[in-house]
């Protein structure tokens, strides 16, 4: 499961590279309330998270080689919970960037 997802998070990060979404939607991009507050916030944090999103998918890939090296067969809930802890950290550091960059009124600094 973790090849299989890591590939995904790659392919979707190269197409969000290739092709962000350009206005504030509520569909698809990295949707939180600070990278929506405007359009600077939003396209600050849709080039940033296609960047987290590829990093994320390489370093899963890693772990799941890793994974299979050591431990033959990991339940899919260990997988998922590897997926989910992930995630957030990449979530965690999108946001952190974005906070790093723009005030709270969404205003770079």
């Excluded at 990278?35 to 600050?44: G, V």
């Excluded at 890793?66 to 919970?81: H, M, P, R, V």
């Excluded at 950290?89 to 960059?101: A, C, N, P, S």
């Amino acid at each position: 499961m973790l090849y299989v997802v890591s590939i995904i998070f790659i392919i979707v990060g190269l197409i969000f590279k290739a092709f962000p979404p350009q206005k504030i939607n509520s569909v698809y991009g990295h949707r939180t309330n600070f990278s929506m507050k405007n359009q600077d916030t939003w396209d600050e944090a849709q080039r940033y998270s296609a960047i987290s999103l590829i990093t994320f998918g390489f370093t899963l890939l890693i772990i799941a080689f890793i994974l299979n090296a050591l431990i033959k067969n990991t339940s899919e809930i260990f997988q998922g919970t590897i997926l989910l802890i992930g995630a957030l950290i990449m979530l965690f550091f999108d946001e952190m960037h974005l906070r790093k960059v723009f005030n709270n009124d969404g205003t770079r600094k």
